[in-house]
């Protein structure tokens, strides 16, 4: 029922901009991008992003051809989110919406 479903999305520029990571970068092909939180601090909880090889408790999406982990304990915490990526005067890199 909810094998479609994918918790998180990513935008068309952040998917143009990974892709060029992954390509510049030589990021092994058995590696995906991780999309996670980590707890701690007084903030709570931070969302995050890295390239990282898949874990026995993951889940897994192909989003525009990039394969994307998300542990399963994490999904709650990701639904709704998209992953963007900015590049303006004010600032440069990932973001969470």
Do not use: Q, W
Request: glycine share 12%; aromatic share 10%.
């Amino acid at each position: 029922m909810f094998d479609n479903i994918r918790p998180v999305s990513i935008s068309s520029r952040a998917c143009e901009e990974i892709h060029h990571i992954m390509k510049t970068k030589g990021i092994p092909p058995e590696y995906g991008l991780r999309v996670g939180i980590r707890g701690g601090g007084c903030g709570g909880l931070s969302l995050i992003i890295g390239f990282d090889k898949k874990k026995e408790t993951d889940l897994t999406y192909v989003i525009d051809g990039i394969t994307v982990y998300v542990d399963k304990k994490h999904t709650m915490y990701l639904i709704g989110k998209e992953v963007d990526f900015v590049d303006d005067a004010e600032a440069r890199g990932f973001m969470f919406k």
